[in-house]
């Protein structure tokens, strides 16, 4: 069954330092997503992406947040200095243009970001 | 009031028993729903997919929508211990790709022997 591939499965940074988290969507999805988590809270939206564009951000998608489609199967999001609170889990996701469920988001297992 | 709320629980069921769960929404733009289940430090994965009013009902999984109250739940028949997991409503306000899904709390269940 296909998957939403994340990696690093955990990513440790000192606070300031640039830190890259990978994804690979499913193949056929167009639509791609960052969501994150922190620890005991809800999983929040930041961003989404489709043909090369952000679509929408969220209040917590600063400057500080980039993504990029740098090829045909991975998406990426870049946190330029890392702060302490931007250590939570972090989860990509995607989902097909058409089909009767447009909007079914498929999740990635995730990568923990911690910044010491 | 937040957007979406959902009780934290735990939830502690015998094996066998029925899981019900539930969340409630303020957004009256919502029409589109979802249950995910949330295994400690993985990713969601998506259980059912709802938009409209009414039961859904999928093996042992029922979720039913009210949207004139707001209202969304999920019910689990004959629940094992391999449901023990975080149970995650979402919910967007459009069906098409692209609409951000905003999530409950969760709800954390265990389904003991």
């Known amino acids: 069954e296909p998957e939403v591939t994340q990696t690093p499965s955990h990513q440790v940074t000192q606070m300031g330092q640039e830190v890259i988290l990978r994804c690979v969507p499913i193949?056929?999805?167009?639509?791609f997503y960052w969501y994150r988590q922190i620890l005991g809270q809800k999983v929040e939206f930041l961003v989404s992406f489709y043909n090369n564009e952000i679509s929408e951000k969220s209040e917590i998608f600063d400057d500080q947040f980039s993504v990029e489609r740098p090829d045909g199967s991975n998406f990426t999001l870049k946190i330029r200095s890392t702060k302490l609170e931007d250590s939570a889990m972090y989860f990509c996701?995607?989902?097909?243009?058409?089909?009767?469920?447009?909007?079914?988001?498929?999740f990635g297992a995730g990568t923990r970001l911690s910044v010491l | 009031q937040k957007e979406v709320e959902q009780d934290p629980g735990p939830l502690s069921v015998p094996e066998g028993a029925i899981v019900s769960l539930n969340c409630t929404y303020s957004?009256?733009?919502?029409?589109?729903f979802m249950w995910y289940r949330q295994y400690s430090r993985k990713g969601p994965e998506l259980l059912m997919y709802?938009?409209?009013?009414g039961n859904k009902e999928d093996g042992r999984f029922t979720a039913q929508v009210d949207k004139s109250s707001k209202y969304i739940s999920l019910f689990i028949r004959d629940s094992q211990p391999s449901d023990s997991a975080t149970y995650l409503c979402a919910m967007s306000v459009g069906e098409a790709a692209g609409n951000k899904l905003t999530f409950g709390g969760g709800t954390r269940v265990l389904v003991k022997p």
């Open positions: 709802t938009y409209s009013s």
């Open positions: 193949s056929n999805h167009l639509y």
């Open positions: 996701a995607s989902s097909e243009w058409t089909g009767t469920a447009k909007n079914i988001q498929y």
């Open positions: 957004n009256s733009a919502f029409q589109y």
